[in-house]
């Protein structure tokens, strides 16, 4: 059960607060060591980069070429470059939104916009699974075409094939959407009794997310609130939807069985609180 009138005006204030001050979407510099051609001067000195081999590093993102020391000091001021980024899964979160000027991966708007305009009463709606090739080619059209992709009715009249499609951009998230470092937070929070505490910690660990995934996490919430709202006709509520998107949006630091079969529990109980109260926390 939604717990709105039991939220404190604190946090709501905190909530407006975030939601002011949340897109300054800073990213670190993906430096690796590199063997330039030629002669070559750091980007961030200025000074010559003296060796035959590893003279220095070289963001993959970006391109900044720096002394391996100087890049300890470099802003996270990294801006992707598009020509480097090859794909769309299986990429950093942060460094598609940047390297697109977007708030939110483009796979994320795409298919929720597909969704919400043609199958928001579909039966089992994120629960039934579509096959998996025509999942695959949904992944290769956004990999080769971006936003450009076609996801409409007419090729994939199967609204089960773009579900599993978002599914699985967010399960191949290298870092996933509730990122590894605030994990245990949120399973700490799960597993507090008292529902009100429990909203407040849920809220605090929401501050400590990368802007980017905050914001892809809170469209997503947003989404799958409509989601319930057309229980009658989908059979998909929040606790459900919970179930689904548990293990989808969160997965422990460590790649342990055990681990993933004990939080399962809080996992789903994370994302069923996010649903019910998205208006409050977001």
Known sequence: MALQAGISSLVRRAALTHNDNHFNYEKTHNFKVHTFRGPHWCEY??????GLIAQGVRCS???????????????????????????????????????????????????IREIEARGLKSEGLYRVSGFTEHIEDVKMAFDRDGEKADVSANIYPDINIIT????????????????????SKFIEAAKISNADERLEAVHEVLMLLPPAHYETLRYLMIH?????????DNFMNAENLGIVFGPTLMRPPEDSTLTTLHDMRYQKLIVQILIENEDVLF
């Open 45 to 50: 000195c200025a000074n010559f980069m003296w």
């Open 224 to 232: 799958l609130k409509k989601v319930t709202m057309n229980e009658k």
């Open 61 to 111: 993102d970006c391109g900044l070429n720096v002394h391996k020391q100087c890049s300890k000091h470099v802003p996270n001021d990294c801006q992707p470059d598009l020509k480097r980024i090859k794909k769309v899964y299986c990429c950093d979160l942060t460094t598609l939104v940047k390297a697109h000027n977007t708030q939110r991966p483009m796979v994320v708007d795409i298919c």
């Open 164 to 183: 599993g499609a978002l599914k699985l951009y967010f399960r191949d998230l290298p870092i996933p959407v509730i990122t590894y470092d605030t994990y």
